[in-house]
């Protein structure tokens, strides 16, 4: 069967919008967490937004990766 360029990018697309919904929800509770207990507890530490959330998600992704390899012998 062949796909149209249509439906190609309509499927582009809807993978982008999906990978943004998915990247707010994983990194709202890090926003959440971080302006509604850090900022009030630690002096000189500002708000964080979005984006800056997002990229603490990203950064302790590759920080603490599980290096364990789930092979059977």
Given at each position: ?73
């Amino acid at each position: 069967m062949k796909m149209n360029i249509s439906t190609a990018i309509g499927a582009f697309v809807a993978l982008v919008i999906f990978a943004i919904v998915l990247g707010f929800l994983l990194s709202w509770p890090i926003m959440w967490l971080w302006n509604n207990a850090l900022v009030g507890a630690v002096d000189g530490v500002n708000e964080i937004g979005w984006l800056q959330a997002w990229g603490i998600n990203i950064l302790c992704g590759f920080l603490f990766k599980s290096s364990m390899s789930k092979t059977k012998e």
